[in-house]
């Protein structure tokens, strides 16, 4: 089993910056992308951005030029630094993996989610 650990969470004012983190742990794995969701009280889950295994990333528009993604790889690491932060960012951040392994052949998982709350 891959286990996804986030942190980085809080709350921030309006233009304000976070930066999370999702560390990934298991045995003999090999990620294949991740990607942080989030998602609002009463609102659907949405992709915020994406990191291939290949440094490839992918934005929200409604991101795009705020965020960054990145990662490291030796660490199984991914990184969301969020910049000039707006009310309308705050809800819950997921992590996702996914993957292969030997053990487990394909395999999706999720984080618990880390709370972001931008307020004044």
């Known amino acids: 089993q891959i286990q996804l650990v986030e942190s980085g969470g809080g709350l921030v004012q309006p233009g304000g910056s976070l930066r999370l983190s999702c560390t990934a742990s298991?045995?003999?794995?090999?990620?294949?992308?991740m990607r942080w969701y989030r998602q609002a009280p009463g609102e659907q889950r949405d992709l915020v951005a994406t990191?291939?295994?290949?440094?490839?990333?992918n934005y929200a528009d409604s991101v795009k030029g705020r965020f960054t993604i990145s990662r490291d790889g030796a660490k199984n690491t991914v990184y969301l630094q969020m910049n000039s932060l707006k009310p309308e960012d705050a809800a819950v951040y997921y992590c996702?993996?996914?993957?292969?392994?030997?053990?487990?052949?394909?395999?999706?998982?999720w984080g618990q989610g880390t709370q972001v709350t931008v307020s004044s």
């Open positions: 990191i291939t295994s290949g440094d490839s990333t």
């Open positions: 996702n993996a996914k993957g292969s392994s030997n053990v487990l052949g394909l395999f999706n998982y």
């Open positions: 298991g045995s003999s794995f090999n990620i294949h992308a």
